[in-house]
């Protein structure tokens, strides 16, 4: 069973290989849908509570909220940033108790533009 959690974090970065504007300094509110995926419990008949995943999700998300991008990620695109995002939500739900694991992140780049990354 698949459970999905979304939320926000606002950054900025450039892309100094892009052909066009993005090459410069600029910022985006970014919307990240994450889908987990686990076994209904038995004791709650639940996957996972929405708001311990969301709280994972939130730790990770403080490495790059209101941040510059280009020092935390090589060259921060919508795909390597969603890779980034990746693998440390994988590390977080590692370590957690949640019983649940990654199935996918969705990384919109402001409305109408997104990347999906699937485990």
Do not use: Q
């Amino acid at each position: 069973m698949k459970l999905g959690v979304s939320a926000d974090f606002s950054a900025a970065h450039s892309l100094p290989r892009h052909p066009g504007k993005c090459k410069n300094l600029h910022g985006h509110t970014y919307k990240v849908e994450v889908l987990v995926e686990g076994e209904k419990k038995e004791d709650t008949e639940c996957v996972a509570d929405f708001s311990e995943v969301k709280a994972l999700i939130e730790e990770v998300l403080e490495l790059v909220d209101h941040k510059f991008l280009n020092e935390i990620i090589s060259y921060p695109t919508s795909e390597n940033i969603a890779l980034f995002l990746k693998k440390e939500l994988e590390k977080k739900l590692k370590d957690s108790n949640l019983g649940v694991v990654l199935h996918s992140i969705k990384l919109w780049e402001g409305e109408g533009k997104w990347v999906l990354v699937e485990s």
